[in-house]
Protein backbone atom coordinates (compact mmCIF):
# COMPACT_ATOMS: atom_id res chain seq x y z
CA UNK A 1 0.00 0.00 0.00
CA UNK A 2 1.07 3.29 -0.92
CA UNK A 3 1.03 6.07 1.53
CA UNK A 4 -1.40 9.12 0.17
CA UNK A 5 -0.24 12.41 1.20
CA UNK A 6 -3.45 15.08 1.38
CA UNK A 7 -2.88 18.27 1.71
CA UNK A 8 -5.55 20.22 3.61
CA UNK A 9 -5.67 23.77 2.23
CA UNK A 10 -7.50 24.55 5.95
CA UNK A 11 -5.31 22.64 8.56
CA UNK A 12 -6.59 22.41 12.23
CA UNK A 13 -6.14 25.66 14.12
CA UNK A 14 -3.72 25.93 16.73
CA UNK A 15 -6.47 28.06 18.81
CA UNK A 16 -8.41 24.95 18.70
CA UNK A 17 -11.49 26.96 17.48
CA UNK A 18 -14.41 25.01 16.09
CA UNK A 19 -13.79 25.56 12.22
CA UNK A 20 -16.98 25.30 9.65
CA UNK A 21 -15.53 23.59 6.27
CA UNK A 22 -16.57 24.62 3.74
CA UNK A 23 -16.78 28.57 3.69
CA UNK A 24 -16.19 30.21 0.71
CA UNK A 25 -14.09 32.97 0.13
CA UNK A 26 -16.66 35.73 -0.05
CA UNK A 27 -18.78 34.66 2.95
CA UNK A 28 -15.54 34.90 4.77
CA UNK A 29 -14.56 38.03 3.60
CA UNK A 30 -18.30 39.12 4.45
CA UNK A 31 -17.42 38.31 8.01
CA UNK A 32 -14.35 40.17 8.53
CA UNK A 33 -16.05 43.05 6.98
CA UNK A 34 -18.76 42.41 9.44
CA UNK A 35 -16.77 41.99 12.33
CA UNK A 36 -14.80 45.35 11.20
CA UNK A 37 -17.23 47.14 10.66
CA UNK A 38 -17.67 48.88 14.61
CA UNK A 39 -14.35 50.70 13.24
CA UNK A 40 -16.05 52.26 10.38
CA UNK A 41 -19.20 53.72 12.60
CA UNK A 42 -15.96 54.55 15.55
CA UNK A 43 -13.99 56.18 12.66
CA UNK A 44 -17.20 58.32 10.84
CA UNK A 45 -19.01 58.73 14.03
CA UNK A 46 -22.44 57.44 12.76
CA UNK A 47 -23.73 54.71 14.90
CA UNK A 48 -26.30 53.62 12.72
CA UNK A 49 -23.68 51.92 10.57
CA UNK A 50 -22.93 49.50 12.93
CA UNK A 51 -26.46 48.24 12.59
CA UNK A 52 -26.82 48.24 9.25
CA UNK A 53 -24.08 46.33 7.92
CA UNK A 54 -24.24 43.70 9.78
CA UNK A 55 -28.35 43.20 9.75
CA UNK A 56 -28.07 43.04 5.98
CA UNK A 57 -25.30 40.64 5.57
CA UNK A 58 -26.19 38.64 8.19
CA UNK A 59 -30.44 38.71 6.70
CA UNK A 60 -29.17 37.81 3.30
CA UNK A 61 -26.60 35.42 4.15
CA UNK A 62 -27.43 33.56 7.17
CA UNK A 63 -29.19 30.64 5.19
CA UNK A 64 -26.76 29.52 3.09
CA UNK A 65 -23.71 29.43 5.64
CA UNK A 66 -23.92 28.02 9.17
CA UNK A 67 -21.00 30.36 9.99
CA UNK A 68 -22.64 33.86 8.73
CA UNK A 69 -25.49 32.73 10.63
CA UNK A 70 -23.86 32.50 13.99
CA UNK A 71 -21.11 34.72 13.52
CA UNK A 72 -24.39 37.26 12.64
CA UNK A 73 -26.17 36.53 15.57
CA UNK A 74 -22.95 37.03 18.05
CA UNK A 75 -22.27 41.03 16.82
CA UNK A 76 -26.38 41.59 17.24
CA UNK A 77 -25.20 40.46 20.63
CA UNK A 78 -22.43 42.55 20.61
CA UNK A 79 -24.62 45.84 19.36
CA UNK A 80 -27.62 45.07 21.70
CA UNK A 81 -25.21 45.31 24.54
CA UNK A 82 -23.41 48.39 23.57
CA UNK A 83 -26.69 49.90 23.27
CA UNK A 84 -28.11 48.99 27.00
CA UNK A 85 -24.70 49.87 28.57
CA UNK A 86 -25.14 53.15 26.25
CA UNK A 87 -28.80 53.64 27.63
CA UNK A 88 -28.08 53.44 31.19
CA UNK A 89 -26.64 56.67 33.23
CA UNK A 90 -23.14 56.62 35.06
CA UNK A 91 -22.42 52.75 35.59
CA UNK A 92 -23.39 51.83 31.72
CA UNK A 93 -20.81 55.09 30.59
CA UNK A 94 -18.15 54.42 32.89
CA UNK A 95 -19.12 50.25 31.67
CA UNK A 96 -18.69 51.74 28.29
CA UNK A 97 -14.80 53.03 29.13
CA UNK A 98 -13.66 49.96 29.54
CA UNK A 99 -15.87 47.72 27.15
CA UNK A 100 -15.70 49.55 24.21
CA UNK A 101 -11.63 49.25 24.37
CA UNK A 102 -11.97 45.47 25.05
CA UNK A 103 -14.46 45.24 22.18
CA UNK A 104 -12.10 47.20 19.51
CA UNK A 105 -9.47 44.48 20.61
CA UNK A 106 -11.65 41.07 20.17
CA UNK A 107 -13.14 42.62 16.75
CA UNK A 108 -9.55 42.40 15.44
CA UNK A 109 -9.24 38.71 16.86
CA UNK A 110 -12.56 37.89 15.88
CA UNK A 111 -12.01 39.07 11.99
CA UNK A 112 -8.72 37.23 12.20
CA UNK A 113 -10.94 34.05 13.71
CA UNK A 114 -13.20 34.58 10.25
CA UNK A 115 -10.39 34.56 8.04
CA UNK A 116 -9.65 31.73 9.27
CA UNK A 117 -13.45 30.03 9.22
CA UNK A 118 -13.44 29.66 12.90
CA UNK A 119 -16.45 30.51 15.53
CA UNK A 120 -15.79 33.15 17.83
CA UNK A 121 -17.21 34.02 20.72
CA UNK A 122 -16.90 37.86 22.15
CA UNK A 123 -16.12 38.17 25.95
CA UNK A 124 -18.52 40.84 28.60
CA UNK A 125 -21.44 40.34 25.54
CA UNK A 126 -25.31 39.53 26.97
CA UNK A 127 -26.40 36.92 24.80
CA UNK A 128 -29.50 37.94 24.03
CA UNK A 129 -30.09 36.21 20.19
CA UNK A 130 -28.68 32.80 20.54
Known amino acids: MAYESRVDPF????????????????????????????????????????????IVVWA???DDSPLIADQGRELLNVLLTFIILAVIPVIGWIALVIWIPVMLVNAIRAAIAA?????????????FIT
Do not use: N, Q
Not at 115 to 127: D, K, N, Q
Open 60 to 62: VRK
Open 11 to 54: PPSRSARLRSDGESDSDRILLIGCHLWPFIGLITGMLPLLWIGV
Open 115 to 127: GRSEYFRYPLVIR
